[in-house]
């Protein structure tokens, strides 16, 4: 499923966006106002008047406040990104989470946590085997060849603090506070995420999280609650990023921007996946992937030679692929009553078109556009696009009649519409 979920799309408008691509020319007007300036080193003494250490004070400025988050990161404090969030931001993703632990189905976390239990022993106990590569296997090139084995069990002692952590039991899912969540495990997992970016063609973070005190910041045309952060990296073009101040915190306009979209989708998103109807007719399958998951780690963990590890691995990864792929809109349900997929109670009225067939990623967002541009404003502010080797799934809203929203629908030959269920099969023409 190609969605960039709340937290990627903070991190990346806080630090990849800027630091990354985003190339804009630094305004040289004489007369624009400099409200402060400095380094990330200077941000560390205190110097711009934000505190690294005092996390939950706002900063005072846009720049101390995008130095205060990157400094975080680069010591590896989640902690520092949660509080970089406005007070009502961090409602939000609160909400979302407790939600989440009060109407899953408990069984079907249990075993997924179980399974992620499961998976961190058999990291623990087969590392080794883990790290040889296949005998059948070409040596690793290049780059690659200089990265070295993944440490299995610090990614294997990150599971198990996860599972052991409140996200283990949607009791605790409830109640769980995120902020003190990020301090607890943030350091181990950014620890984790920055060794797998590693090994990531491009590796955007670690550009991101090193260096750092090569760079400098300075706000800019600092009018109440509005301002410019202008970012000077060594030997590239100043990098200039619009920020506005919610909740007494400076955060960029696109994030803010933003925000209401993607928590309407993901709040839409999950009130869709967490309907009792849904849960009960998605649960047999769910359970059925964890079985065969488990069924992997099983034989992974009781095999006993390399020889016998390498040939449950590729078996069970195959098994597990074919399971995955058919998590989703049931092919045959075209032909059935609806009870497949319920109608979908949302704020937003959403629809369901399956398109038969592949569909490379150009074609999907083409395709994705000219649908959003027949629901009923236009622009289709809820979207979302899910993808398997035989069909790619849409989610579009608002659309309040389906079968107005079909007619409309001239570059997909339309096989199927059912009302009760908001659901659209197609093939492409």
């Not at 969540?181 to 350091?187: E, F, H, L």
Request: with cysteine; aromatic share 6%.
């Amino acid at each position: 499923m190609r969605v960039v979920g709340t937290w990627q799309v903070v991190l990346m408008w806080v630090a990849l966006g800027p630091l990354v691509g985003c190339q804009q020319s630094a305004s040289t007007d004489p007369g624009v106002k400099q409200s402060g300036d400095g380094t990330t080193a200077a941000a560390a003494r205190g110097e711009s008047g934000a505190s690294t250490k005092g996390l939950s004070s706002p900063a005072a400025t846009p720049d101390a406040a995008v130095r205060t988050v990157l400094e975080g990161m680069e010591r590896k404090e989640l902690t520092a990104l949660w509080e970089f969030l406005p007070p009502s931001y961090q409602r939000d993703l609160q909400s979302l989470v407790r939600l989440t632990g009060e109407k899953m189905d408990p069984e079907v976390w249990d075993r997924l946590v179980g399974v992620v239990r499961h998976a961190a022993q058999v990291m623990k106990s087969k590392e080794q085997w883990l790290q040889t590569p296949a005998a059948n296997e070409p040596a690793p090139t290049g780059p690659a060849a200089h990265q070295g084995p993944v440490n299995y069990a610090e990614l294997a002692h990150l599971l198990e603090l996860l599972a052991d952590s409140e996200l283990g039991q949607t009791e605790t899912l409830k109640t769980m506070d995120l902020g003190a969540w990020t301090a607890k495990v943030g350091r181990p997992l950014l620890q984790q995420i920055s060794v797998f970016a590693r090994r990531m063609p491009a590796d955007p973070l670690a550009r991101t999280l090193t260096g750092l005190q090569d760079l400098k910041f300075r706000s800019r045309d600092v009018k109440d609650d509005a301002a410019t952060v202008e970012i000077m990296i060594p030997n590239e073009p100043a990098v200039e990023v619009p920020y506005v101040k919610i909740d007494g915190k400076w955060i960029p306009v696109d994030l803010a921007n933003g925000w209401i979209e993607g928590m309407g989708q993901a709040q839409a998103r999950l009130a869709v996946f967490l309907a009792p109807e849904n849960q009960a007719s998605l649960k047999p399958q769910l359970l059925t992937g964890l079985d065969v998951m488990d069924d992997w780690l099983q034989r992974l963990e009781a095999a006993p030679s390399k020889e016998a590890f390498d040939f449950a691995w590729s078996q069970g990864l195959q098994n597990v692929l074919t399971v995955a792929s058919s998590l989703g809109p049931n092919p045959s349900a075209e032909g059935s009553t609806g009870e497949v997929d319920p109608a979908m109670e949302t704020e937003i009225p959403v629809v369901k078109v399956v398109v038969r067939g592949e569909l490379t990623f150009e074609q999907q967002d083409e395709l994705l556009e000219r649908l959003a541009g027949q629901t009923d404003d236009g622009t289709g502010p809820f979207r979302e696009i899910s993808a398997t080797k035989r069909e790619v799934t849409f989610l579009l809203g608002p659309v309040a009649d389906v079968a107005t929203f079909a007619k409309k629908l001239e570059m997909l030959d339309v096989s199927k519409v059912d009302p009760s269920t908001r659901m659209i099969w197609a093939a492409p023409k």
